[in-house]
């Protein structure tokens, strides 16, 4: 083989100009505005400053930062950055401080199970579970041990004081629910233990009838174990993580569901969706800052650029310029804030509420149905008979609100991706969608008062801008967001703002699938057991009130599973629509082609190029979200693509099990002489009562 050194000079002339020219070509072509935003953490990594490496904040021993910072940033129209930390490329928050966001937060299983003993051993030994295995076997000082647990809300005894909270370093503002959570584990535990080994408290309430309570509680304690599994790194790290540090109430809610991501843009966290937008944006590996895309009309632009708040504004002269046109960004915003920024429904509380009360009654409804006192006879069983009730109600609630939030998320992400397509074929998206809401109608005052104007705009809180208003007029009178996406730049932006939209949320999403196995085998396992109370009634009795209980908790947790699923596969089932859409432009694109003989060549040629990244666009949705070949479909239980096979397959297994142990009940009942006539409802034969 001939060396380099062996060719003649031009030879080696020619080879080291081509490899000039090809590197010169390359980066030429890695400069280009399609090549930065596809490829956006390789575009915004030359954005970063060096001055912006992040360096740990951490003493030589591994001890986070102490105390707060003050002068960290509250103004809710400043902007979340991205920063560079180490290799990686993180999104900070400019509200909480030290908090940042990885691009893609990985499983822990390291927090999973030191939380799951944490959760499962009760109050107090709790306390001191985790003093001791943050501090030996996870190597924490003894002050983070401390912040770790008041971060658990792990106490040794109630708080009743500001000192007594300081000291057990509880998170301000959660004493109240620290409180209760100590009181409701010590209240279980102690009324289980007092139903087997007190015959007063046993003739009442046999232990069986704490198993839905156990089952729920397990369930709480495997979910809160898959939140520390997912959190970031900038809050779990062993090195620096923020729960080892103190904490304010508005930082300890960015990581519950039912406070931050069920409600996005509440007033506690104003940079919380900005922050995932820019996260999910890294994680998509999409740079939007210099893509745009043309809405159809001014006031199209216009109702996209008020929903946006000012993420990813365009400069006023671009604005005049090109009224019809809005950035990615602005267009991300814009949906993110509509779609994915709702809260959950305000009827869906009360729904809860009920249910939970539901749950709480069935017990003492059934002692009542057989003639047994619903709430015990003695002081020590009516004590536990109430906590029954109190405990039934307070964790069928929490894991509810998980449940529900499983539901919510999936249909949030479905209506973004579903505005998203509309855009792009007639009649589009309704401006309406994007129109705020109308500002609740002014009371009228109860009496006169004297009152001095200080400004015009002393009520301008109370008052709807005059773009408010022609933007919700245009909507009602029909005006739409539509995208051409034959036009290049609309096409590449709708499709990377596409590739975002789904990212968006994915560390809370992949969360939430956890709970989906949780409470899938909650609901296997209370089926499980009613059916094996009727199969095992020979050798171990139970009441009316256990086999009650167990199987509503079975139907309302599998209905909730049910349709968690079916919520997610309503996301995969808009796959095969958009790319048969994008199919016929394609159609339409390619007859334009074969109708332009004679035709100018530049035209032929620009339908050529267009037709070709139609197919690119209908290629990578394919890739990506198809259910059967695409590399990231909506997933639920974690890994398992959402989908009718999946639905079909939780309501068909449970409903199997349930109805065969109704059949047995009905053939016990029936055929053997069995009934709920025993000793407190007891299920037992007749010869033998």
Not at 74 to 101: H, I, P, T
Not at 149 to 172: E, I, S, T
Not at 227 to 249: C, I
């Amino acid at each position: 083989m001939t060396s380099q050194s062996d060719l003649p000079g031009a030879q080696r002339n020619n080879r080291w100009r081509d490899v000039v020219t090809s590197t010169n070509f390359v980066n030429r072509l890695n400069k280009r505005k399609s090549f930065k935003a596809v490829f956006g953490q390789r575009s915004m990594r030359g954005k970063v400053d060096l001055d912006d490496v992040v360096r740990d904040e951490t003493g030589a021993a591994g001890e986070a930062p102490s105390g707060h910072d003050e002068k960290r940033v509250k103004d809710e129209d400043s902007d979340v950055v991205v920063r560079r930390r180490g290799r990686n490329l993180v999104v900070y928050s400019c509200q909480a401080r030290n908090y940042f966001l990885e691009p893609r937060v990985e499983f822990k299983p390291s927090q999973f199970l030191r939380t799951a003993v944490y959760e499962l051993v009760p109050c107090p030994l709790s306390y001191f579970v985790v003093l001791f295995a943050e501090t030996a076997v996870f190597g924490h000082s003894l002050r983070e041990a401390r912040q770790a647990a008041g971060c658990r809300q792990k106490l040794p005894m109630p708080v009743f004081n500001g000192a007594a909270a300081k000291f057990f370093c509880v998170v301000p503002g959660t004493e109240f629910f620290v409180n209760m959570a100590f009181v409701n584990e010590v209240s279980l535990f102690t009324c289980f233990l007092a139903s087997i080994y007190s015959p007063e408290v046993r003739k009442y309430i046999e232990p069986m009838e704490w198993a839905t309570v156990i089952i729920l509680l397990v369930c709480r304690s495997l979910v809160i174990s898959s939140k520390y599994s997912l959190l970031p790194e900038s809050w779990v790290s062993d090195r620096g993580g923020k729960m080892y540090s103190p904490l304010t109430g508005e930082e300890f809610g960015r990581t519950l569901v039912g406070i931050a991501w069920s409600d996005p843009k509440a007033e506690t966290h104003t940079d919380f969706l900005r922050q995932e937008m820019a996260r999910a944006c890294l994680e998509a590996d999409v740079d939007l800052s210099e893509v745009e895309i043309d809405v159809g009309s001014a006031v199209a632009a216009r109702a996209l650029r008020l929903s946006a708040r000012g993420v990813g504004a365009r400069g006023d002269e671009e604005v005049q310029k090109t009224p019809s046109i809005v950035s990615g960004k602005e267009l991300l915003a814009a949906i993110t804030d509509t779609h994915i920024g709702a809260p959950l429904p305000g009827a869906l509380f009360p729904i809860i509420m009920v249910l939970a009360l539901v749950n709480a009654s069935v017990a003492p409804a059934c002692r009542a149905a057989v003639g047994a006192p619903a709430f015990g006879g003695s002081p020590a069983s009516k004590a536990c008979a109430a906590f029954h009730f109190w405990l039934s109600f307070m964790l069928f609630l929490n894991n509810m609100v998980f449940t529900s939030s499983m539901a919510w998320n999936f249909h949030r992400q479905g209506s973004a991706i579903k505005a998203l397509n509309a855009m792009m074929h007639y009649p589009g998206e309704s401006v309406a969608t994007f129109a705020p809401p109308p500002p609740p109608p002014k009371k009228a005052p109860k009496k006169k008062s004297v009152r001095v104007a200080v400004s015009n705009d002393a009520d301008a809180s109370d008052e709807e801008s005059s773009e408010s208003r022609e933007i919700r007029a245009a909507g009602e009178a029909g005006e739409t967001v539509l995208v051409d996406l034959k036009c290049p730049d609309s096409c590449l932006c709708w499709s990377l703002v596409r590739r975002v939209i789904r990212k968006i949320g994915s560390p809370w999403t992949r969360r939430l699938n956890l709970f989906s196995i949780i409470f899938l085998l909650c609901a296997f396992t209370s089926a499980m057991i009613f059916l094996l109370l009727f199969y095992g009634a020979e050798r171990k009795t139970h009441r009316l009130a256990t086999s009650a209980s167990l199987f509503y908790l079975a139907c309302v947790i599998s209905f909730m599973v049910a349709v968690t699923v079916l919520e997610g596969s309503l996301v995969n089932d808009q796959v095969p629509k958009i790319r048969v859409r994008l199919k016929r432009e394609m159609l339409a694109m390619s007859a334009a082609i074969a109708q332009s003989q004679g035709e100018a060549p530049e035209v032929e040629r620009q339908l050529r190029a267009s037709h070709r990244l139609l197919k690119s666009a209908e290629a990578h949705i394919m890739a990506e979200e198809d259910v059967a070949v695409g590399s990231e479909p909506v997933q639920v239980f974690y890994e398992v693509p959402a989908t009718p096979a999946a639905v079909t397959f939780v309501i068909s297994t449970l409903v199997s099990i349930l109805l065969i142990a109704v059949q047995r009940t009905f053939t016990m009942i029936e055929s053997e002489g069995w009934a709920y006539d025993g000793d407190m409802g007891e299920f037992a034969r007749a010869d033998d009562m």
